[in-house]
């Protein structure tokens, strides 16, 4: 309920009973109670002389410490000094209860905590759980990541960053990395050290079907229209076409599986184009006779930019229109870095 005029406070009552000697006009130090006397404002003390009140007029407290009668007291005068003092509750958190700090807090030994443990969350769900605001601006606004891990140790074998440990050698993983809404899993650190990368891009394909009767004089774009596997879908089985997810270095893998090749030919090339570059392997065919079965190979290590593309092209120049390329035929990309 409201309250007029000034509001209480808290406050605790101290007294202070002296006997006194013949005229004695000064009462200081302990009292019967076994208190010392002390006062931090005169307005918060009252002094009685044989249980009467006496009037601010009649003594004088203004050294904090004593309380000093204007006039002598009698042989066994009983003097009791009252304080008054005002004090706030600490701000404190509970014990038992737990509660919130608002502000900055230090600790100069050694935190240990048995429950789990929140920073950004008051629900944290794992032992240690970090979080930001949900505008994603970081804890206090311009924090760029979630949490770092700094070790400025310059001893040689002694500045290592992070130790994470399995719980065990076989099924437990020592690291889990996953997306911004915990969908999907990025990386996984098995407990024996195998790294597997589930978003990381790597595809392979193969001919649908038997890519007869090659043409001669002109560029052939080989479909590879059946994918065997298609890890973060940047492979195109429709263009034949890989599309690089992000800017790195891609490792590009190609076996052709010929019948037929036809020793008249002048060459054959394949051609693996990029956004960046083209690369080129060629073989000149004069065996001194048709090669029924024939494998073209090709592995280079390939610069690419985000969203570059990148598909296989085949020329035979001159001979008879007789090559097949078969549907064993291999074409993978994964990236490296």
Not at 61 to 66: D, F, L, M, R, Y
Not at 128 to 141: E, I, M, P
Not at 176 to 197: A, C, E, P, Q, Y
Request: a negative charge; glycine letters at 8%.
């Amino acid at each position: 309920m409201p309250y007029i005029g000034t509001s209480p406070s808290n406050g605790v009552r101290r007294k202070h009973t002296y006997t006194a000697t013949a005229s004695q006009t000064s009462f200081s130090g302990a009292g019967a109670e076994g208190a010392t006397l002390s006062y931090n404002d005169s307005n918060f003390v009252d002094v009685y002389q044989n249980g009467v009140k006496l009037s601010e007029a009649d003594y004088t407290s203004t050294s904090g410490t004593a309380i000093v009668l204007a006039q002598g007291a009698s042989v066994s005068d009983i003097v009791e000094v009252v304080v008054y003092d005002v004090f706030s509750v600490a701000d404190t958190v509970s014990k038992a209860d737990g509660g919130t700090f608002d502000s900055n807090i230090s600790i100069g030994g050694t935190l240990g905590v048995t429950g789990k443990t929140g920073v950004g969350t008051s629900s944290p769900a794992a032992a240690f759980h970090v979080q930001t605001t949900a505008d994603g601006t970081g804890l206090s606004g311009d924090d760029i990541y979630v949490a770092r891990f700094q070790n400025q140790e310059a001893t040689s074998d002694r500045s290592f960053g992070l130790d994470i440990q399995a719980g065990s050698s076989t099924t437990d993983q020592a690291l889990r990395i996953k997306d911004h809404d915990g969908t999907n899993t990025l990386m996984i650190v098995d407990g024996l050290g195998h790294i597997t990368k589930p978003k990381q891009s790597a595809f392979m394909a193969q001919p649908g079907s038997q890519i007869a009767n090659i043409a001669t004089g002109a560029n052939e774009h080989l479909a590879f229209s059946t994918e065997r596997f298609d890890q973060n879908s940047d492979y195109n089985n429709s263009t034949y076409q890989f599309t690089a997810p992000v800017t790195g270095k891609y490792m590009c893998n190609v076996n052709l599986y010929f019948v037929y090749l036809d020793a008249a030919a002048n060459y054959y090339e394949l051609r693996v184009d990029t956004s960046n570059r083209d690369y080129y392997t060629i073989i000149d065919p004069d065996f001194g006779q048709d090669n029924v079965y024939f494998c073209l190979s090709f592995s280079q290590l390939v610069d690419m930019d985000a969203n570059d593309t990148c598909d296989i092209n085949f020329h035979q120049a001159g001979g008879s229109q007789q090559t097949h390329v078969q549907v064993t035929s291999v074409w993978s990309m994964y990236l490296v870095a």
